[in-house]
């Protein structure tokens, strides 16, 4: 440890005395670190101190009653506020040198300071307590580069172990006496260590700022005051790990106070080993991954045994029925963190979720009761969009892919969100037809009667489309309307004539209304 007021005041060698009791001054002054001793005799020393430090005087600048000399600093009190206000940790004054005993003005004004004050005998050096000091710096020096390298080695050998990963951060907790925390690429708490070590609201910020340093995508290193509404606020430092574009998660470390040259070192360390571990996680990833999406061909060809077999040993049971098929696309720039929290989701729930890709496509097979909750997370997280099928079975796995597929393509004309089949099928086979492509067409067909309403101010397009809701009936239209059949027999008529159409048959009445679904 550095040394402090408290340590010199220790030293029998030394023979200090303390003037200011410790009762009377701040919590923690005798505590405070020392980084050297100075001895001076000028009025105004400060341009030449720095905080921490210990001032020695005799006191030359005092006349024989302890009041400044003619042309010094106007008063002892003055002389106390400017050591305050540099940061000096304590001021000891040299006896019997200049004058026998300390003033008792110069007690006064470091009590009334807070400043600690000490007397230093005759029989005691300035020199001895500076060699002192040096020796106990050099002295912590030493036994911090010493621990470092006692840290790093037994990090090393825990990034030997099995789960290396853990190992290693448990390590770095127990060397560091802090919390540590492992988010991962989707951003959320992946490993902490001790367990429950960090409480709300505080982790609650990390994970927040970890959050938001992974979607930039950047590598970055930011210190956060985290739980600062409850209590004392705890000093954390963030680290991302992975390269740029392509991080694996964020290191967190609470270091109250902030770490020394030593403990940086023994975390850059951490940092490198963890970013390793993680990089190698990620080629088995994608070796799994391949994996994953021969089994999922495996199962759409129809070849559910062996698919069941593999899958079990690698990651559990297959879904069972009632299952869903969840589609997405799979982004190059967020494939691996798509994948990730799928992995995390597959062990939560023991297998009983199972995901590969095919084509462009990630496809997911994910029981009745799961389903809908994971297709909203996607969706959320990662702004994809997602198509989900009906309920099916493995056996019916190829039909129910189909139907995500058309639910995905609905729901990317929307640019995302979740699109569920059963709601694209309850529109029928002529809503599902009249997509993307049928698009211009529709518009081109419908452009006589859209073009009519905005240059006239009349609603043939709305009148036309009641009309076909209510099976031709001019009657019912009306009455939908609000107005007279013979107003809705002349407005279809009209459209007739501007679509240069029968209505009257059920092909043409067909057409129009797949027109009307596909611009909606």
């Not at 967190?252 to 023994?266: C, F, H």
């Not at 909203?376 to 039909?399: H, K």
Request: glycine share 10%; aromatic share 4%; net charge negative.
């Amino acid at each position: 440890m550095k040394p402090t007021v408290q340590t010199l005041l220790d030293r029998p060698e030394l023979t200090l005395r303390l003037l200011t009791p410790a009762d009377s001054l701040p919590e923690g002054a005798l505590a405070a670190p020392v980084t050297w001793a100075h001895s001076s005799d000028l009025v105004d020393p400060t341009p030449f101190l720095d905080a921490g430090q210990v001032l020695l005087t005799t006191g030359t600048w005092l006349g024989e009653e302890g009041e400044p000399r003619p042309g010094g600093a106007a008063d002892v009190g003055a002389y106390v506020t400017r050591l305050r206000e540099t940061g000096i940790a304590a001021l000891g004054f040299g006896t019997e040198v200049t004058r026998a005993g300390t003033p008792a003005a110069l007690v006064e004004a470091c009590l009334a300071s807070g400043l600690p004050l000490f007397e230093v005998p005759y029989r005691t050096p300035f020199i001895a307590i500076a060699r002192t000091v040096a020796d106990l710096i050099a002295e912590d020096a030493y036994a911090r580069q010493a621990w470092a390298l006692q840290a790093q080695r037994a990090i090393s050998l825990a990034a030997l172990r099995p789960d290396g990963l853990s190992a290693t951060l448990a390590e770095l907790s127990k060397r560091l006496g802090a919390w540590v925390g492992l988010i991962d690429s989707t951003g959320g708490l992946d490993r902490e260590f001790p367990l429950g070590g960090l409480g709300q609201p505080a982790l609650g910020e990390v994970v927040g700022e970890a959050r938001t340093m992974l979607r930039r995508g950047q590598r970055a290193s930011r210190a956060v005051e985290a739980g600062g509404t409850v209590g004392r606020p705890q000093r954390m430092t963030l680290q991302t790990l992975g390269s740029g574009g392509a991080l694996r998660g964020v290191l967190a470390i609470g270091d109250s106070p902030e770490l020394d040259q030593a403990g940086r070192e023994v975390v850059t360390s951490v940092i490198a080993l963890a970013g390793l571990a993680l990089e190698q996680n990620r080629d088995l990833d994608r070796a799994r991954g391949h994996l994953r999406s021969g089994l999922l061909r495996s199962l759409l060809a129809g070849d559910v045994g062996l698919a069941a077999d593999v899958a079990g040993e690698m990651w559990g049971p297959l879904p069972e029925a009632p299952l869903r098929v969840l589609v997405t696309n799979a982004p190059e720039d967020g494939i691996d963190r798509l994948v990730e929290l799928l992995e995390l989701r597959v062990d939560e729930r023991g297998g009983r979720l199972f995901f590969g890709r095919e084509a462009e496509h990630v496809v997911v097979l994910a029981e009745e009761p799961d389903a809908a909750e994971l297709a909203e997370e996607l969706a959320a997280e990662f702004e994809l969009a997602v198509g989900v099928s009906d309920p099916s079975s493995l056996a019916q796995l190829a039909d129910a892919q189909e139907e995500a597929v058309r639910g995905y393509e609905r729901a990317r004309e929307a640019g995302s969100g979740v699109a569920w089949f059963d709601d694209i099928s309850r529109q029928g086979v002529l809503a599902f037809l009249a997509r993307t492509d049928a698009r211009a067409v529709a518009r081109a067909t419908l452009a006589p009667l859209t073009e009519y309403d905005r240059e006239n101010g009349t609603t043939l397009v709305a009148t036309t489309r009641t009309w076909l809701e209510n099976g031709g009936q001019f009657d019912a239209t009306a009455q939908a309307l609000g107005v007279h059949r013979h107003t809705v027999r002349s407005r279809v008529g009209l459209a007739e004539r501007l679509l240069g159409r029968d209505l009257s048959g059920f092909h043409a009445r067909a057409d129009l209304w797949a027109a009307l679904l596909a611009v909606e």
